[in-house]
T-cell receptor, first 117, second 114 residues
Framework: AQKVTQAQTEISVVEKEDVTLDCVYE???????LFWYKQPPSGELVFLIR??????QNEISGRYSWNFQKSTSSFNFTITASQVVDSAVYFC??????????????FGQGTRLTINP | DGGITQSPKYLFRKEGQNVTLSCEQN?????MYWYRQDPGQGLRLIYY???????QKGDIAEGYSVSREKKESFPLTVTSAQKNPTAFYLC?????????????FGPGTRLTVL
């Protein structure tokens, strides 16, 4: 069965510090997709990034960067120079295909990130 | 603006009552999903629908029912058979059912059983 583990339940840092959120996944598929979502206090999940299993290039988007390593089944997320607005719950998710051929997302339990001023 | 709307934002229910949560999208997406989120836990899939008039059970479908009579609407009914219904419910949609597609989420409905 597919599984996503986010071992860090809560992280608290001071503004401007760098912070890394860990994500480890398990799958038997050779082709799969990984996602990161942000859930601010309003509750709505916001899509951040998608990565397919054949693309191990790291990605940077402003202060956000993602490190995908198939060898360790990890897809970690780093925020550089954190800001108070980054405070949210962050979810890592793995996409699988159901027996009916539909996409199913398997979510980790989430990491609550608090950035203190 | 395109997006997903869920109503109501907060819902209170007495034990033994059925309640229906609304989810509407104007993104013209084929696929729609319902998730349940409990404190400190990830999202768990309740039901999903790939096309109109078709839907499948997710991982925790017991005590819930859905319908998909229109492409833009996917209401969820929480029945009295659901043992522990107090939770945050999120509706999502995606353009198709490829594992590549990202899902777009609504703002959620927080259900409390009194």
């Amino acid at each position: 069965a597919q599984k996503v583990t986010q071992a860090q339940t809560e992280i608290s840092v001071v503004e401007k510090e760098d912070v890394t959120l860990d994500c480890v996944y398990e799958t038997r598929d050779t082709t799969y997709y990984l996602f990161w979502y942000k859930q601010p206090p309003s509750g709505e999940l916001v899509f951040l990034i998608r990565r397919n299993s054949f693309d191990e290039q790291n990605e940077i988007s402003g202060r956000y960067s993602w490190n995908f390593q198939k060898s360790t089944s990890s897809f970690n997320f780093t925020i550089t120079a954190s800001q108070v607005v980054d405070s949210a719950v962050y979810f890592c998710a793995l996409s699988e295909v159901s027996i009916q051929g539909a996409q199913k997302l398997v979510f980790g339990q989430g990491t609550r990130l608090t950035i203190n001023p | 603006d395109g997006g997903i709307t869920q109503s109501p934002k907060y819902l209170f229910r007495k034990e033994g009552q059925n309640v229906t949560l609304s989810c509407e999208q104007n993104l013209n997406h084929d696929a729609m999903y319902w998730y349940r989120q409990d404190p400190g836990q990830g999202l768990r899939l309740i039901y999903y629908s790939q096309i109109v008039n078709d839907f499948q059970k997710g991982d925790i479908a017991e005590g819930y029912s859905v319908s998909r009579e229109k492409k833009e609407s996917f209401p969820l009914t929480v029945t009295s058979a659901q043992k522990n219904p107090t939770a945050f419910y999120l509706c999502a949609s995606s353009i198709g059912t490829s594992p590549y597609n990202e899902q777009f989420f609504g703002p959620g409905t927080r259900l409390t059983v009194l």
